[in-house]
């Protein structure tokens, strides 16, 4: 599985961007997706999590009600829509690939594969 992030920027803070992540491969509607975030000088983060059909999402308090999390398995895209965007969200943004499981996995550990990330910038 190859993933390839883009859609980051620089972003007013209370603005928004959509982030998207696009897998190779045939197994995109068997594979959970998650999205991690990485400060500088900070461990790698997790953000949110879609299930394989996409019914099922978790966020980390820090973005519910600001990010949604979703996915096109035609497309074997998913994507992060963030809004409200603070400061605080300024990261390196990697998308995670876990292929063949159900469990909606939090942690870095959980997930096999990671596209190269996509930098966004909260100015103040």
């Known amino acids: 599985v190859q993933l390839q992030a883009s859609g980051g920027g620089l972003v007013q803070a209370g603005g928004s961007l959509r982030l998207s992540c696009a897998a190779s491969g045939r197994t995109f509607s068997s594979t959970v997706m998650g999205w991690f975030r990485q400060a500088p000088g900070k461990e790698r983060e997790f953000v949110a999590v879609?299930?394989?059909?996409?019914?099922?999402?978790y966020y980390a308090d820090s973005v519910k009600g600001r990010f949604t999390i979703s996915r096109d398995n035609a497309k074997n895209t998913v994507y992060l829509q963030m809004n409200s965007l603070k400061f605080e969200d300024t990261a390196v943004y990697y998308c995670a690939a876990d292929p063949g499981s159900y469990y909606l996995g939090k942690t870095i550990y959980e997930y096999d594969y990671w596209g190269q990330g996509t930098l966004v910038t909260v100015s103040s």
């Open positions: 879609i299930s394989r059909s996409g019914r099922s999402t």
